[in-house]
């Protein structure tokens, strides 16, 4: 063989071998071969990249293959809600507004109520009737006593005229009449002392009733305070309006009154609601069940959006639901957020991101629209690690996508950041320039001219 035609066959081995593909190599592990980009690069200082809008993303090693992407609405637990009703009918003058904050024990609104002085004659007759009873009781003990004495005292003298043998037969009649009223007596006794308890729960009920109403307890109702002439009087007595204080902290999402009305029991005056109590609703197929089963951790991820990170992601426990469509063959996936962002609103959509089966399949990947399509060819621009005032324009050896990050075989590296936002102007300005010249730049106002 010629040592001419021998050079161009290990040539030829050796272009082939560099380019077979390597299926020991893990994308995610080692370095990728970056190919030589197309053009010598643009320029991009930062004034230009700030008049573009120009934004960068790093490159992330990623399961794109065995991540399943969910959408959904964020919505309130069951238990973010409070509402407050009207306990007793009456006026009703609110002292919140709608979306206003409140913390616990802050007053919510008052109410002046007819009911509520009978409430508190339902306590005043059971203290009367518990002092009536205690009385009657210290009648009746005396009653009891003083028969007890004189049966003692009677039969005291006749043993004495028995003694004496003298005539005891009148004595011994009163000994017998004073004997058998005891029962009577001791009925009486225990009469009063049952009255006595019904006239303590009559009170008690009463009192409870009121504390109820006034969403106090009964100690704070039985306190004494200061009257109008300045005696002690029990703190029930100087309530006039009522006031209801919020139980838990929150946002007034709803007023059902108008302030000043007149309301019955149990009318809703408002409610608040916890901003932070929320799910994500997700409309999982049917057909994905086996792989969710099991399953408890996932990914909550906004949708894109200006001034939301790409990786603005929050962690979230996961939770098959029981309800299901058999008509339209979903599933219905709860997720709660184990953290909180200013992105995060009742009503908002978002997808839930589940990464199933084994932990393998990870990737470098760089989000699909930093990709763009310019002809037959997709393209991204990577910037140049030596000068990160210059980008490169790279054509995209694409793998799997699932929407929002598309792996890439070749091309970049671990460290490396893509162009963003910004994409779509930058291939428009390398595809004008004169790819003949040596180099080139481009202007504030985004147009490319050739170095001169």
């Known amino acids: 063989m010629k040592p001419q035609t021998l050079s161009t066959f290990l040539i030829a081995i ?30 991009l200082s930062a004034t230009i990249r700030r008049n573009l809008g120009v934004t960068f993303a790093e490159v992330e090693v990623r399961r794109v293959a065995n991540t399943t992407r969910i959408p959904g609405t964020f919505e309130f637990t069951p238990l973010a809600r409070r509402e407050y009703r009207l306990p007793l009918a009456g006026h009703v003058e609110l002292m919140v507004n709608e979306n206003e904050p409140v913390e616990a024990g802050q007053p919510l609104f008052r109410f002046r109520s007819p009911t509520w002085p009978q409430l508190l004659h339902e306590i005043i007759l059971g ?55 005891l029962p009577r007596l001791e009925a009486q006794l225990k009469l009063a002392r049952i009255g006595l308890d019904n006239a303590r729960r009559t009170r008690q009920h009463a009192l409870h009733r009121a504390a109820t109403a006034a969403g106090l307890s009964e100690t704070e109702l039985l306190a004494p305070v200061n009257g109008p002439d300045g005696t002690p009087i029990p703190g029930y007595a100087a309530i006039d309006w009522i006031e209801v204080h919020a139980d838990r902290s929150g946002i007034v999402e709803s007023l059902d009154l108008t302030d000043g009305t007149f309301a019955q029991a149990p009318a809703r005056v408002l409610t608040t609601v916890d901003p932070e109590a929320l799910r994500l609703r997700a409309m999982a197929l049917q057909a994905d069940l086996p792989q969710l089963s099991g399953l408890t951790e996932a990914t909550i991820v906004p949708p894109r959006s200006p001034g939301i990170a790409l990786q603005a992601g929050l962690p979230a426990s996961l939770q ?31 997808f839930l991101e589940v990464v199933t089966g084994e932990d393998s399949g ?91």
Not at 134 to 141: A, F, H, K, S, W
Not at 143 to 155: D, I, M, Q
Not at 320 to 347: C, D, I, Y
Request: hydrophobic fraction near 40%; aromatic fraction near 2%; glycine fraction near 6%.
């Open 14 to 43: 050796a272009a082939i071998t560099s380019c077979a593909p390597n299926a020991s190599k893990d994308p995610a592990t080692e370095e990728q071969t970056a190919p030589e980009p197309e053009g010598p690069g643009i320029e």
């Open 127 to 181: 203290e009367q009737e518990m002092a009536h009873a205690e009385v009657q009781i210290q009648v009746d003990e005396a009653k009891l006593e003083e028969a007890r004495s004189n049966l003692s005292t009677a039969r005291s003298r006749i043993l004495a005229l028995a003694e004496l043998d003298l005539p005891q037969a009148e004595l011994a009649a009163d000994a017998a009449t004073i004997e058998a009223s």
């Open 320 to 350: 098959l639901s029981l309800e299901a469509h058999p008509a339209e063959r979903t599933l219905v996936v709860l997720a709660k957020p184990l953290a909180h962002a200013t992105w995060v609103h009742n009503g908002v959509s978002a």
């Open 362 to 452: 990870k990737a470098l990947a760089i989000p699909t629209s930093a990709i763009v399509r310019d002809g037959l060819e997709h393209v991204f621009f990577r910037r140049d690690p030596s000068d990160p005032n210059r980008v490169l324009r790279m054509v995209a050896d694409m793998g799997v996508s699932d929407g929002r990050w598309t792996v890439l075989h070749s091309g970049v590296q671990r460290g490396d950041e893509v162009v963003l936002a910004g994409a779509y102007e930058l291939n428009l300005a390398a595809s004008g320039r004169d790819n003949s010249s040596a180099g080139g730049h481009v202007h504030a106002d985004g147009t490319t001219h050739a170095d001169h």
